[in-house]
């Protein structure tokens, strides 16, 4: 089992717990009461390099990263320093995160925020909106093309943005079929956790353009920035 299926089975068996206590019609009241989310995509399109700045405590490839006691106000932080949008990590056994701390970065910052999860079913869509993301990540490694078409579906109807990761060539394709419009590169792989910086450089050739491309994972500083944006991001 790779390390991308053994989170996966454990985001499925959190899933099932809260569905057992929260039902699928709670969530569409509480998307409901949310109003319309917020759309990245005119920040995302401005000249310049945006930034997704992320609210992430640990990882399955470093472990523990950071205490966060407060995530809205380091969210609130990261808007002032100019991000364009806040992801925030609500995976909780490998990432620490909860669906609380989206609550609390929604509640705070004004700009889009990014549920950033492994989503695996139509719930956690409804889910991700009724906690007030305004986008979500799609993973196609973990999806079938049939899965993928479906939560996309379900994320559009509900107005929302979905940033679709890849880190294949096979991937793009798969993820281009499927009408993307936001496309993340990841320079980890995410079955062996193995980190390439000249992933984005070398797959961003293969991405048509019109397609908003981001630049995800061995990022550590603002040259590191300079040289994905000269890339494409």
Not at 137 to 159: E, F, G, K, N, P
Request: charge should be negative.
């Amino acid at each position: 089992m790779s390390v991308l299926d053994d989170i996966i089975a454990g985001v499925r068996i959190d899933l099932d717990a809260r569905r057992e206590t929260v039902s699928l019609d709670d969530l569409e009241r509480m998307a409901a009461s949310m109003g319309d989310p917020l759309d990245p995509m005119p920040a995302f399109r401005s000249p310049g390099l945006s930034v997704i700045a992320e609210v992430k405590r640990s990882s399955p490839s470093k472990g523990h990263l950071a205490e966060i006691p407060e995530p809205a106000a380091l969210a609130a932080e990261y808007e002032a320093g100019g991000a364009s949008a806040i992801s925030v990590l609500t995976e909780q056994r490998r990432f620490s995160g909860s669906l609380a701390d989206l609550d609390a970065v929604r509640k705070r910052v004004g700009i889009p925020v990014l549920r950033k999860d492994f989503m695996v079913e139509p719930y956690q869509v409804w889910e991700a909106r009724a906690h007030g993301a305004d986008l979500i990540l799609l993973i196609v490694a973990a999806l079938t093309d049939r899965q993928l078409t479906s939560l996309a579906r379900v994320a559009t109807s509900l107005r929302m943005t979905c940033l679709v990761e890849v880190h294949t060539a096979e991937e793009i394709a798969r993820a281009v079929d499927a009408g993307v419009v936001l496309l993340g590169v990841n320079n980890r792989n995410l079955k062996t956790l193995e980190v390439d910086p000249g992933m984005f450089a070398r797959l961003v050739t293969y991405v048509p353009d019109g397609i908003v491309k981001v630049a995800e994972s061995g990022l550590a500083d603002a040259a590191d920035a300079a040289t994905a944006a000269a890339a494409g991001a």
